[in-house]
């Protein structure tokens, strides 16, 4: 029991992470119906640019680590969101009107690309990223096996709640929530009305962007360790998260990441950590045959 | 042909552009290439290594660059011309630049500007040249050349190549490389082009074709010659296999389940070492036989070598021109399996389906099965390159099998233009000669890829040679010959 209590809270902790990956996948997937391939290695450079804030703030002096925290992730996420938009605005918006699989290919080039130029300019070498949060409490202790829980994994959690609260208040009761909601159901009729389609799309890109950033800087305070790689396979579980909670959803996306973060982690402490990651492209490929519109999506219908 | 999107701007406003473009540059710069971090001796920190010059010199060559591009936006040609050629001019000079990359950046920049402030010119040229009464017979022969003579040129070329002076041991290699990739695009052509149906984990069929024929020769004897039809039923076993249940999918669910199918197979292929000797790899596989006989200096007991057979001093480049000619043959294959197969009645099927599939379920044709025909027939080939490639290099190892080997083989088939035959064979030799070629870019060989991926579809999202017309027609278009 306090083996399983244990591993549900790291499951808890990496399915934040892959949740608020999975944000961006969705909101992408709802607006204008693509992939957005690139999406893991926007994370991957949110990633690098918190290990160089970190840095910078060490080299500056900024002892405290909460003020250092809240500063890298403004700072990953402002400049992830320019990676954001600009994938957008130079690959996919040129694209819009040509054939359905054109943008899922271009997205693959820019995936390809932003990987490369990191490992070009940051080396190839994984990146060691020091520890900034340490220590935590026992939770409780039970048959001589302690449960514990770091301070990291409640800043993890808690900054995961935050900005989902505020992400779905953005969408529910802000006028940019509501034009995002009216591209989604119609983009021509919300053109029609008013709506500056191509800046709520490059919106729903920055914001996208903006969370993957700061699953980067959670994702490399957990972990501690970065490549140019990590874009790839985190992007793939985060899209299967989407999938899985229901690609359009945005509660689907966090249940989505909660239940791949446990299928994760639950697989690799019971059966064997080496098929962990067959375990999750696993479960996509069975999600998509036997449910495809995911736990909470609607069922889409198919007009001629 | 002036860019709608950039109307007639006065100078300040396209100044302002440029800087703008200036500005996103910077920020997307500042932190990953200005602050480049490094190891620190034996100890597990970073230290930074300041790039903030490159940044700086990128910066203005990408104003340069913006503004370049509204002048030839606007019809300005001349200025930006002018500006092109003193950006080559800067690359290519020995000036001070904080590293080799920026002379190329600064070049290419050039480069492109330039070609983009021709290119009006160059297009009205072609367009006047084709309206005229010649110019539309020479444009009439130039499509049926390109469609069906190109196609014979190439192949007798392919067939002499070997007999020719250049046909070296590094000459060899690369043709078998370009094959390789001209197979394999040409089996995701049937998937891709021409059932439209986009496979990301082509690479997964290509491995089982290799594993299935390093693991019978290594450890049942069986020869290459025996085993390629096996590799190629494996394969297509899997296709089968994994397209049943998913094929139903829309089309970018497909490619996301193909992509997560391609990286299981790799990880059961790393994680299965009693079968598959994981990470390691498997060595000393049997190349190809002729006859029976081996290409070797001596022969094994009891065996023959090729040279003793035809009574010729032995040479290492017989081996490399025999792979060649099993290759080439491969190739032709597929190749003249996918003409015939688009003839057939599934065949039309697939592209009809690739057009439109709510038609197709209308008129009784069953999507499953005949996506589930192309995928099955795709992944063959794919097995029999795979079964050739691990006979060719001797060692296999999940290593040759990432995803990163499925996006090659599907860009050659986009830049190619989906659906085209010959377009896969230029978009192979550009793809994986030009690299192989110019070994000096490098690293710098992925981004390229990258990037060039990206414009293909913004620029010429029908490749280079666009040909996605069925095969056949209702009501026939005036059209060059089926590619």
């Known amino acids: 029991m306090a083996y399983f209590t244990q591993q549900l809270i790291n499951a808890i902790t990496l399915g934040a992470i892959y949740g608020l990956i999975a944000i961006g996948y969705t909101m992408v997937y709802g607006i204008i119906g693509m992939i957005n391939f690139a999406h893991g290695e926007v994370f991957m450079i949110g990633a690098f640019i918190s290990l160089i ?108 709640i935050v900005l989902m609260g505020g992400f779905t208040w953005l ?106 990651d067959v375990a999750a492209f696993g479960i996509l490929v069975l999600v998509l045959i036997f449910r495809p519109t995911g736990l909470l999506g609607k069922p889409e219908i198919e007009k001629v | 042909m002036r860019d709608p999107r950039l109307p007639n701007m006065p100078g300040t406003s396209m100044l302002k552009d440029a800087a703008l473009t200036a500005l996103v540059a910077a920020a997307l710069g500042i932190f990953i290439v200005g602050f480049r971090t490094v190891d620190v001796g034996s100890r597990t920190g970073l230290a930074f290594d300041y790039h903030f010059a490159d940044l700086g010199v990128a910066i203005v060559v990408i104003f340069l660059g913006r503004l370049g591009l509204s002048l030839a ?46 290119w009006p010119w160059a297009d009205q040229a072609i367009h006047a040249a084709a309206r005229t009464p010649t110019g539309r017979v020479v444009d009439k022969i130039g499509t049926e050349w390109v469609g069906r003579g190109l196609g014979w040129v190439l192949l007798g070329l392919a067939v002499v190549m070997p007999f020719t002076p250049f046909a070296d041991q590094k000459t060899m290699d690369l043709g078998v490389l370009i094959l390789t990739y001209v197979m394999l695009g040409w089996g995701l052509n049937i998937v891709v082009g021409l059932a439209g149906l986009l496979d990301l984990g082509y690479v997964a069929f290509y491995a089982v074709g290799a594993y299935a024929y390093a693991l019978l020769s290594t450890q049942h004897g069986l020869g290459f010659w025996a085993v390629l039809p096996l590799a190629g039923m494996f394969a297509a076993t899997f296709g089968i296999l994994l397209g049943f249940p998913v094929l139903r999918l829309r089309g970018d669910y497909l490619a996301i389940v193909t992509l997560g199918f391609g990286e299981i197979i790799r990880l059961v292929i790393i994680n299965w070492y009693d079968f598959t000797n994981g990470p390691a790899g498997i060595g000393s596989i049997p190349g190809p036989t002729l006859f029976g006989a081996v290409f070797a200096e001596t022969a094994p007991a009891g065996g023959q070598t090729v040279s003793e057979m035809l009574g010729i001093p032995f040479h290492g480049i017989h081996r490399l021109i025999f792979l060649y000619y099993i290759i080439l043959l491969l190739a032709l294959v597929t190749n003249i399996f996918t003409q015939r197969m688009r003839r057939l009645p599934v065949g039309r099927a697939w592209e009809a389906l690739r057009e439109d599939e709510t038609a197709c379920k209308a008129l009784g044709i069953n999507p499953t099965n005949t996506k ?11 097995g029999f390159a795979g079964s050739f490639f691990a006979a060719k290099q001797r060692f296999i190892s999940p290593e040759s099998f990432t995803f990163i080997e499925s996006a090659i083989i599907l860009s050659i088939v986009v830049l190619g233009g989906m659906g085209s035959q010959i377009g896969v064979v230029l978009a192979a030799v550009l793809l994986i000669g030009l690299p192989e070629w110019f070994r000096e870019l490098g690293n710098y060989r992925m981004l390229a890829f990258g990037l060039a991926m990206v414009l293909i579809m913004v620029y010429r999202p029908r490749g280079l040679i666009g040909h996605r017309e069925p095969s056949i027609r209702l009501h026939p278009v005036a059209s060059g010959g089926s590619g």
């Open chain 2, 372 to 382: 589930l025909t192309a995928f099955a027939v795709g992944a063959m080939f794919a």
């Open chain 2, 73 to 118: 936006a606007m019809g300005l040609r001349w200025p930006a011309i002018a500006l092109g050629v003193a950006m080559i001019a800067a690359g290519a000079s020995p000036m001070k630049l904080p590293s080799g990359f920026l002379h190329w950046f600064v070049a290419l920049g050039g480069v492109l500007l330039v070609i983009r402030a021709v």
């Open chain 1, 171 to 276: 969408i529910a009761r802000t006028s940019l929530g509501r034009r995002q909601r009216a591209c989604e159901q119609d983009m021509k009729m919300a053109a029609l009305l008013g709506v500056d389609v191509d800046r709520t799309i490059s919106l729903t890109f920055v914001l996208g962007a903006a969370l993957a950033a700061v699953a980067g800087t959670l994702f490399l305070m957990y972990y501690g360790v970065i490549d140019f790689f990590i874009g790839f396979l985190a992007g793939i579980k985060a899209f299967t998260a989407a999938v899985l909670g229901g690609i359009g959803s945005l509660p689907g996306a966090m249940l989505g990441g909660l239940l791949i973060g446990v299928i994760e982690v639950f697989w690799a402490a019971y059966f064997s950590s080496e098929y962990k």
């Open chain 1, 53 to 160: 804030g970190f840095m910078i703030c060490s080299m500056l002096g900024i002892g405290s680590a909460p003020v250092a925290i809240v500063l890298v992730l403004l700072i990953a996420m402002a400049f992830s969101s320019v990676y954001g938009w600009a994938v957008e605005r130079a690959a996919y918006r040129p694209l819009r009107g040509s054939f359905r699989l054109a943008p899922l290919i271009s997205a693959i080039g820019v995936s390809i690309a932003l990987q490369n130029y990191v490992q070009l300019v940051q080396g190839a070498r994984p990146k060691p990223g020091g520890q900034i949060v340490s220590g935590g409490f026992n939770l409780f202790s039970l048959d001589g096996f302690d449960v514990r829980v770091s301070w990291l994994q409640i800043i993890i959690v808690l900054v995961t």
